[in-house]
Each structure stands twice: as C-alpha cells, then as structure tokens.
C-alpha cells in the first residue's frame, strides 16, 4: 500500500455495514506517483488490498468499493441486474439537466435498442472504410517531423491524431480541435467541481447548436445520424440526442490518446522490443493488445441496484462501486507475471474496453488507430528513444493518461 494511503486519516461517514477493517482511504489521483507512474501507484491494490475494499474518499463521490480481481469486476459489468450503470459519470447533473450519457448509463432493457443504433456506426466494415482517413490524419501529423530530431510527443501526435479522426467522424471543425480539448480536460482531468461544470455546459450548448444546424441540414457524419436516428420506431427526444452526442464527443477526445501516450513511452524505453516490431510489423496487433492489457487505463462506476456479496462482503443498494480496469488487466491469477509485456502472451482476455453489455462500442476503431499510429510512426521517423532530460508527466482520475512525452531520435 502507499504511504499516501496509509498517512491517511479515516473519515467518519463510514456506511455501517462497511467493516472497518476493508476502509483504507484512496482517491486515483493526489499519491505523487500519479504525476509520473499511475500504474505504480495503484499496484498494492492488486498486490496487498482486500478482495474489495472502500475507500471513503473517493474522488468523484462521497465513498465508493473498490474492485481488485479481474473476475469481479467482470461479474461487476455483467451484472446489470446487481450493479446498475445509471448516473455513473453525472454530466448532466453537473448542469441542473436530467438526460443519460446514451447507452453508457442505461441499464437493459432501454439499453439493448439505443446500442443496436449504435453498434452498426463501428463495426469492422465500417472501420475498415475509415482506413483511409485515419491514414491521412497520421501522415499529416507526421509531415510536421520532416527534418527534426525530436518532438513532445502528446500534443504533436498523440492527442491530435485521434482527435481528428473523430472530429471528422461527428463533422466537427478540426480547426477548432484546441478549444475541444480544453473542455475534454476541464470535464475529465479537472477535479475543481466549477471547472468541470463550466466545460460540460460548453459542450452540451456546442453540441445543441450542431443538433440544430443537422435538423436544418443533414450530412453523413455521426452528429446527423444521431440527429435523424429513430428508437423503437420513434423519433428521438433532445434529451435522448444530446446524450448520444454527448457520448461521441467525449469518448473520442480522450481514451485513445491517453493510451497513445503509455504504449509509446514503452516502444521508447524497450529499445529491442521496438526494434523487433520494427522488423516485423506482423507482430504489432499481438503487441497493441498487451499493451492494452498493461495500460488499461479507464475507471468506470457501478451503483449497487440491490444487496448482494462479493467474496462475501456485503455490498448493499445505493453504495457506488469503482471498477479500476487497470486492476483487472494486471490480475496476477489470470496473468502470469502481469506487469512484464510478454508479446507471445496466449489468450489475452484483458478488459481495458471494459466487458459485457457496455464493452467499448469503438474497440474495432481504436485498434486501427493504434496499429495504424504504430506502422506510421515505424515508417516515418527512425529508431526513437525517450528524453531522459525532458519532463514526463502524467496523469490519474477516471482516465489514466501522459500529459508530457518527450522524444529523440538520430
């Protein structure tokens, strides 16, 4: 355990059927290490923690359970019935509105109809048409390193590659890509309650005028499907777009970017193991699925719908549950020697896209864009290392990420 978490004095808005013996107060972001090793600093979690444990200072609500084994937090997301996703993540709660983050914090049956709207946006043959793009958007990025010997990797690549991509996608202009990633990180990454508020009442009024204007005009991007889609054979409410939209936006400004940054920092400090995918780009899918498996970065929430046990703790309705992926990925009883990257690593059933109904519904594009990121990056710039002069920062809170990368090359 860290000594952060130990230092720490417990609170006295303990639930009574908490034992006190399962309190050990943690909040993924103030321990230091999350400044430079968020994985690290979450390790004793699966090493030293209880099966469960309930940290009554969790950083998005009052308390919360925390789930160390991968096969509880699978039963945790599959599980609807015990553990409901509703008003999981709240943004429309931190503006006074009441819509639901659409299909994220719905619960079956309303969940199965809008993820059936969705599932066909991102499927393999519709990724594979994307192909094109998603190349193009690397390429230009990669233009910008012509002659140089180095770069900050996370706002040179990183961040906007994949935010283009998506921008794209919704039919939003990637010139305005800046002023995006200023709301994504005072909603996600900011733990000042104004802040976040301030960033979620942006988005929503961007979005409404985007609804508006497809309702008037509609195109081919996501925002226009949205906008003219039909559930249960019935036109949409606002409330029911904006939450779609809402989802779209959010997911792709941040998850694959903040996974960019922790597979490159450790193609940059494993020279031989770059230069072997380097040799044979056959091998790059095995790697980005353990590097998924090593980074996974997201915390997700349950609240429990009725009382039930997890190794025989009681767990009663209306506590919060947190689901670290990052512990599931990195369970030592169904990984062996889980926080070593093993590329010949057999039957890989990480979760870092989450597991069950609420899988990641963009797992198939993620995947092309970090193979794609991978083989562009192999083919443009040569063997590169980390600068070990240079600042490297990163991050906790409910997506683990890089905010500061810094490489060289010859």
């Known amino acids: 355990m860290t000594d952060t978490a130990l230092a720490m004095e417990i609170p006295g808005d303990v639930p009574a059927h908490v034992p006190p013996d399962l309190v050990i107060p943690f909040d993924f972001?103030?321990?230091p290490?999350?400044?430079?090793?968020?994985?690290?600093a979450i390790r004793w979690q699966q090493t030293e923690a209880p099966r469960i444990f309930y940290s009554p200072t969790h950083y998005m609500m009052p308390g919360c359970w925390v789930i160390t084994k991968v096969d509880d937090i699978r039963h945790v997301q599959q599980r609807a019935d015990l553990f409901s996703s509703r008003g999981q993540l709240s943004f429309a709660a931190l503006i006074g509105e009441s819509w639901d983050l659409i299909p994220v914090e719905l619960d079956p049956p309303e969940h199965g109809a809008y993820r059936a709207i969705l599932n066909p946006l991102f499927s393999p043959k519709e990724v594979a048409k994307m192909e094109a793009g998603v190349l193009d958007a690397a390429s230009s990025l990669l233009n910008n390193l012509d002659g140089k010997t180095g770069c900050e990797f996370i706002e040179g690549f990183a961040q906007p590659f994949p935010v283009s991509v998506f921008l794209q996608l919704l039919g939003l202009p990637v010139e305005e890509m800046p002023m995006f990633l200023s709301w994504e990180h005072g909603l996600l990454?900011?733990?000042?309650?104004?802040?976040?508020?301030e960033s979620a009442r942006n988005i929503v009024g961007y979005l409404r005028n985007a609804i508006k204007e497809r309702r008037a005009n509609r195109g081919t991007d996501l925002i226009s499907y949205a906008t003219h889609a039909e559930v249960d054979g019935r036109k949409m409410t606002d409330d029911e777009i904006i939450g779609i939209c809402f989802l779209l936006f959010i997911a792709g400004l941040d998850t694959v970017a903040s996974s960019l940054g922790f597979h490159f920092n450790h193609l940059a400090t494993?020279?031989?193991?770059?230069?072997?995918?380097?040799?044979?780009?056959?091998?790059?899918?095995?790697?980005?699925e353990e590097f998924l498996r090593l980074y996974?970065?997201?915390?997700?929430?349950?609240?429990?719908?009725q009382d039930t046990e997890i190794g025989g703790v009681l767990m009663k309705a209306g506590d919060w549950v947190s689901v670290p992926t990052g512990n599931g990925s990195r369970d030592a009883s169904e990984f062996a020697d889980p926080?070593?990257?093993d590329l010949n690593r057999n039957a890989n059933r990480h979760v870092a896209f989450s597991y069950g109904m609420h899988r990641c519904i963009g797992s198939h594009l993620a995947r092309r864009e970090f193979v794609v990121a991978m083989n562009a990056w192999f083919d443009?710039?040569?063997?590169?290392r980390k600068d070990m002069d240079a600042p490297y920062r990163t991050n906790g809170g409910a997506v683990f990420g890089v905010e500061e990368l810094h490489l060289r090359w010859d």
């Open 270 to 288: 494993d020279q031989d193991l770059q230069a072997k995918l380097r040799a044979d780009r056959s091998l790059i899918p095995n790697a980005i």
């Open 380 to 384: 443009r710039v040569p063997q590169f």
């Open 296 to 305: 996974s970065v997201i915390i997700s929430h349950r609240r429990v719908a």
């Open 189 to 197: 990454k900011s733990f000042s309650l104004d802040k976040r508020k």
């Open 33 to 40: 290490k999350f400044k430079t090793d968020p994985f690290g």
């Open 339 to 341: 926080d070593t990257f």
């Open 29 to 31: 972001y103030s321990d």
